[in-house]
């Protein structure tokens, strides 16, 4: 090490909270399942594969009937691989594992259905259980 070279920190890790700054889904939160540093030699550049939500839940009341709730808590996502100098990081994290579901972004249609369908059930399992990292994530951002 060089004197007065300063080593950086990786910061990016799988569950770190971050929102997406350009593309398609601008403005929206997702969370990195998987980094890569160095860069792959079809993607040359330092990326991540994110999950996200692509349009979050609707608030609801305790006066709702169930099924209103549960029609209002609907969640759609996606699956992207996004280049880290259009992501912003937050302090916060989520506690989900998809090693399972996802490893790398699928490139067949089918396949990547089938994975935004189990990652759907997921999200929708964790915001209906509540708790920490409730609002940081399932909830829009606002202005």
């Known amino acids: 090490m060089v004197k007065g070279e300063v080593q950086q920190t990786k910061f990016l890790k799988p569950g770190k ?31 991540a594969v994110l999950v996200g939500i692509n349009r979050a839940p609707k608030p609801v009341t305790k006066k709702m ?15 992207k691989s996004v280049n880290y100098a259009h992501l912003m990081p937050t302090r916060h994290t989520l506690d989900l594992d998809f090693k399972g579901v996802l490893d790398k972004v699928p490139e067949d249609a089918t396949q990547k259905k ?30």
């Open 114 to 143: 089938e994975a935004k369908v189990q990652i759907k059930k997921k999200f929708e399992a964790r915001y209906l259980k509540g708790g920490k990292a409730l609002k940081e994530f399932f909830y829009p951002l606002q202005f």
């Open 17 to 47: 909270i971050v929102i997406v700054l350009q593309g398609k889904y601008a403005g929206k939160k997702a969370v990195i399942v998987k980094n890569n540093d160095e860069g792959t030699t079809d993607k040359p550049y330092p990326h």
């Open 65 to 79: 009937p169930i099924e209103k709730i549960q029609k209002r808590s609907k969640i759609t996502t996606f699956i």
